[in-house]
C-alpha cells in the first residue's frame, strides 16, 4: 500500500478510536515518559504539542515545565521547515501553521544540537520501529539536527500496523506506546 492510502486508513482508524481509550493511552505513555531515565537526565526537552488524534502531551508538557527543564516545542516556519522554540508556560501556544499549536514566532530559538530529549508524533508505527508521520518530512528533516538528544516517538498500541514501510528518506526512532517500548 502506497504512504498516502495508507496514511488516509489510519486517519480514519484513529479518529474511531473511542475516547475513554485514547485518554488512557495518553495517560500511560505521559507515565512512562516521566519515568524513563533520558528524561530525569534532560535538561532541554522537545516535544510536539499533541492535536485532537494524537497522543496529549499536555500533561506531559507540564510536568517538564514544573522540573524547571528547558521546555521547546516544534515551530513550523514554512513547508518541511521546522525550529525549537522555548516556552515557559502552556499559555504561550498559540495555534500556528497546519493547525499544530506551537510558540510565537518571536520566542526564543533553542538549537537542535542543544535538545537532550525529544518526544516526536507519529499517525502510525510498526513494532519494527517503522513511523508513518503525516506527509511533510518535517521529523525526517529535524531528528538527525539533534545530534544530543535520546530521541523517540509515543504511538498508540491500536495504531500499530505492519503495512508501514521505511523509505531511504525516513528516520527510525524508538517507539513507546501505552505498554511500554516496542
Do not use: W
Request: proline share 3%; net charge neutral.
Amino acid at each position: 500500500m502506497n504512504k498516502p492510502l495508507l496514511r488516509e486508513k489510519m486517519r480514519h482508524l484513529a479518529n474511531a478510536l473511542p475516547r475513554e481509550y485514547t485518554q488512557n493511552a495518553s495517560e500511560k505513555i505521559t507515565k512512562h515518559l516521566l519515568s524513563l531515565d533520558a528524561f530525569k537526565r534532560a535538561q532541554k526537552v522537545f516535544c510536539f504539542v499533541g492535536t485532537e488524534n494524537e497522543i496529549d502531551t499536555r500533561a506531559f508538557l507540564q510536568a517538564v515545565l514544573a522540573e524547571n527543564k528547558t521546555l521547546c516545542v516544534p515551530f513550523c516556519e514554512s513547508f518541511g521547515v521546522m525550529h525549537a522554540k522555548k516556552i515557559t508556560d502552556l499559555s504561550e501556544l498559540e495555534c500556528g501553521k497546519y493547525g499544530i499549536y506551537s510558540a510565537n514566532k518571536s520566542a526564543e530559538t533553542i538549537a537542535a544540537s542543544e535538545i537532550d530529549f525529544a518526544v516526536i508524533p507519529c499517525l502510525a508505527a510498526s513494532r519494527n520501529g517503522d513511523r508513518l508521520g503525516y506527509g511533510g518530512g518535517f521529523y525526517d528533516r529535524y531528528i538527525p539536527k539533534m545530534t544530543a538528544a535520546d530521541c523517540l516517538c509515543v504511538c498508540r498500541e491500536r495504531l500499530l500496523s505492519d503495512e508501514i514501510i521505511s523509505e531511504s528518506h525516513d528516520i527510525r526512532v524508538k517507539i513507546l506506546t501505552e505498554e511500554g517500548f516496542l
